[in-house]
């Protein structure tokens, strides 16, 4: 009889600091995770441009296969903003979503921010992830995202209860 063997250890998800260097990833994730028809998605070079700048940081989350998701955050003065946040569809469901958004609070927390906020367009499905984590509206954007073939939709504003 062959004794079973001890299965591999749970593939541990690792959340690191992106750069230019992982824009490649970090497009392949955008492409995938986000459906072109609402316009959330950003442009290659929109990432580029914001990433030098004071008080944006992106944070890849991976683990031994490789990138499988990614935030991107802003710190201005005492807020921190949730620009982006997505996972590669094929690895969604596994926790990295969590674990960016745990991540963010984190962060802003310990850089002393006062208010932590993200834009979501109304109807994504991620809504219930920020919720579930302590977000909730405090305010609507009309037309904020624009699709491709000229159709706005509206972004809510939602804000970490803590910092209300
Ligand atoms: C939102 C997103 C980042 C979540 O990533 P993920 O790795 O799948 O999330 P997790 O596996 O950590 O799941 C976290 C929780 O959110 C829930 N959840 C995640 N995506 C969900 C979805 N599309 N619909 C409903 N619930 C969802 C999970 O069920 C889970 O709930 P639980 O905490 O009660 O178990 C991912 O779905 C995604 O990339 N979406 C497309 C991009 C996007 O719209 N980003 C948000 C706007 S910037």
Redesign the pocket.
């Known amino acids: 009889m062959i004794e079973a063997q001890p299965g591999p250890a749970p593939d541990a998800i690792r959340l690191r600091q992106g750069g230019v260097d992982d824009l490649d990833d970090v497009m392949r994730i955008m492409t995938n ?2 459906p072109a028809c609402f316009g ?1 998605a950003w442009t290659r070079s929109q990432c580029a441009g914001i990433l030098p700048m004071a008080g944006v940081a992106l944070t890849i989350a991976e683990d031994s296969r490789g990138a499988a ?1 990614f935030s991107l955050m802003r710190f201005v003065a005492d807020e921190a903003e949730l620009l ?4 590669d569809p094929a ?10 958004l745990r991540h963010f609070i984190e962060t802003g927390r310990a850089f002393g921010a006062s208010r932590l906020h ?1 834009e ?2 109304d109807g ?3 809504i ?2 920020y919720e ?1 984590a302590g977000f909730s509206p405090a305010g609507r954007r009309r037309g904020y995202y624009r699709g491709p073939e000229g159709k706005h939709y509206d972004a809510l504003t939602l804000v970490f209860d803590e910092c209300k």
């Open positions: 995770a986000f959330e998701g982006l946040i997505a996972v690895e969604q469901g596994n926790g990295f979503g969590r674990a960016l993200l979501v367009r994504n499905p991620a219930g992830l579930n």
